[in-house]
């Protein structure tokens, strides 16, 4: 049976370049950090440079499956408002009932529920931490 590992990370779509830190992640399990980023890039060709996760799972042989998750919340929050930072120390924004619904259905698959409430309750906690308030 192979040994997987599994290496989390956040990259913008289309934008991998092999630096230190994909070198550091990816280098020291035996990846070819170079002909990742060019799989990478390939794969979303044609996409907005969005922050996502993902998730390189490495087998013992040195391939590797990269799995592209949904943007992050702060990137799905900066899509829908329109900001460019979070707050410090307060409430910069107030966003609808109705666009917390919106980003859990879509961010949803990425979560450890599928049930719409408790995926609702995640995005609020996320959206307070970053100064958005919910009416």
């Known amino acids: 049976m192979l040994d997987k590992i599994t290496v989390k990370l956040k990259l913008k779509l289309n934008s991998a370049k092999p630096d230190s830190t994909l070198g550091s992640a990816l280098g020291s399990k035996g990846v070819n950090v170079h002909s990742f980023?060019?799989?990478?890039?390939?794969?979303?060709?044609?996409?907005?440079?969005?922050?996502?996760?993902?998730?390189?799972?490495?087998?013992?042989?040195?391939?590797?499956?990269?799995?592209?998750?949904?943007?992050?919340?702060?990137?799905?929050?900066?899509?829908?408002?329109?900001?460019?930072?979070?707050?410090?120390?307060?409430?910069?924004?107030?966003?609808?009932?109705?666009?917390i619904e919106i980003i859990a259905k879509e961010k949803i698959k990425d979560f450890n529920t599928r049930d719409l409430s408790?995926?609702?309750?995640?995005?609020?906690?996320?959206?307070?931490?970053?100064?958005?308030s919910v009416l």
């Open 118 to 132: 408790k995926a609702k309750k995640i995005v609020i906690a996320s959206a307070k931490s970053i100064g958005i």
């Open 37 to 99: 980023c060019l799989v990478f890039n390939k794969i979303n060709k044609g996409k907005a440079g969005t922050l996502v996760p993902v998730r390189v799972f490495i087998n013992s042989d040195k391939t590797y499956k990269i799995k592209i998750m949904k943007p992050t919340l702060t990137s799905l929050f900066k899509k829908h408002i329109g900001f460019s930072k979070g707050s410090p120390n307060g409430i910069m924004y107030t966003i609808k009932e109705s666009l």
